[in-house]
């Protein structure tokens, strides 16, 4: 069974730094990882998809990387903005059951 | 514009009633998804649709009932057999296969009085 986990929950940061979120799963026979980004009483706004062919994505301020192997992928946030505050979803496609397996996020406050 | 749409924004039910989300696309896309969302667990699949007239069960689907009668189209019923509806719901879509990006719409938050 995929498991996708997300560490840590909550992330504070001053605003200007390059962070890193992580992401593991636990099953590497996946056909592509998508990032998300949820604010609060909203719905999923997707970042970044990365097939399992590909290493890495980029768009803007934000690189995604993938390294389907070790059941790892990174989200990287360059020069962080106070608008960046949400919370970041990771999620694998299997192909069962035609599904997304999500973790439960990572809590991101960017202080000004 | 194209998008998912969602409504109502928010609902109330009753106990013992049976309630219908809506969710509508004008993406084309060939596959929709629900899914539910509660605090502090990641999102969990309702039910899933690939093609018109034809739906499959997610890891939840007890209480729920769906139908796709159009391609646009994927209402979710909450069945009073659902113990524990109070929930964020998203609708999300695709393109057919595996390679696909999955698209969302703003949500349904049901709640139980």
């Known amino acids: 069974k995929q498991e996708v986990t997300q560490i840590p929950a909550a992330l504070s940061v001053p605003e200007g730094e390059n962070l890193v979120l992580n992401c593991s799963f636990t099953?590497?026979?996946?056909?592509?990882l998508q990032w998300f980004r949820q604010d609060p009483g909203k719905g999923l706004t997707s970042l970044l998809l990365?097939?399992?062919?590909?290493r890495e994505q980029t768009s803007g301020r934000l690189n995604a990387s993938l390294d389907k192997s070790s059941g790892r992928s990174t989200l990287y946030i360059a020069a962080s903005q106070p608008g960046d505050s949400a919370t970041y979803l990771c999620?694998?496609?299997?192909?069962?059951?035609?599904?997304?397996?999500f973790g439960k996020g990572i809590t991101l406050s960017v202080r000004p | 514009d194209g998008g998912i749409t969602q409504s109502p924004k928010y609902l109330f039910r009753k106990e013992g009633q049976n309630v219908t989300l809506s969710c509508e696309q004008n993406?084309?896309?060939?596959?929709m998804y629900w899914y539910r969302q509660d605090p502090g667990q990641g999102l969990r699949l309702i039910y899933y649709?690939?093609?018109?007239?034809?739906?499959q069960k997610g890891d939840i689907a007890e209480g729920y009932s769906v139908s796709r009668e159009k391609k646009e189209s994927f209402p979710l019923t909450v069945t009073s057999a659902q113990k524990n509806p109070t929930a964020f719901y998203l609708c999300?879509?695709?393109?057919?296969?595996?390679?696909?990006?999955?698209?969302f719409g703003p949500g349904t938050r049901l709640t139980v009085l």
């Open positions: 999300a879509s695709s393109q057919a296969g595996y390679y696909n990006e999955q698209f």
């Open positions: 099953d590497s026979a996946i056909y592509n």
């Open positions: 990365i097939q399992s062919s590909q």
């Open positions: 999620a694998v496609f299997t192909g069962a059951n035609s599904k997304l397996t």
């Open positions: 993406l084309n896309h060939d596959a």
């Open positions: 649709s690939q093609i018109v007239n034809d739906f």
